[in-house]
């Protein structure tokens, strides 16, 4: 099992960065594929980015060059590096675990076993 916190999440403007950390505890974290979802308000959680356990990345069309994804499995940590934040970035971001590898479904929530608990990220214009 892996238990997931997110943080880092704010009120940002248009055009600015931030950076989202997640922190897993769990002894199966650097075998976990791990990934970014969001949910805005009113709509379904859609996929951000993903990372393999070895650090192959997937992204979202609507993010791609934008945003980075990254882990450090000596901290048991994965990171979403977000660049020129648009407004309709704005969500509530959940980083999920999935155990071990996640194939071609990457970008499928029911990839993944385990969540955190989310943070919000606003974006004005």
């Known amino acids: 099992q892996v238990q997931l916190v997110e943080s880092g999440g704010g009120l940002v403007q248009a055009g600015d960065s931030l950076t989202l950390s997640c922190a897993a505890s769990?002894?199966?974290?650097?075998?976990?594929?791990l990934g970014w979802f969001r949910q805005a308000l009113g709509q379904e959680r859609e996929f951000v980015a993903a990372i393999t356990w070895g650090a192959v990345t997937y992204y979202a069309d609507s993010v791609k060059g934008r945003f980075t994804i990254s882990r450090d499995n000596a901290k048991n940590t994965v990171y979403l590096q977000m660049n020129s934040l648009k407004p309709e970035d704005t969500a509530v971001y959940y980083c999920a675990a999935a155990l071990g590898a996640l194939g071609s479904r990457y970008n499928d929530a029911r990839t993944y076993t385990n969540w955190g608990q989310g943070t919000q990220v606003t974006v004005s214009s």
């Open positions: 769990g002894r199966t974290f650097s075998r976990s594929g």
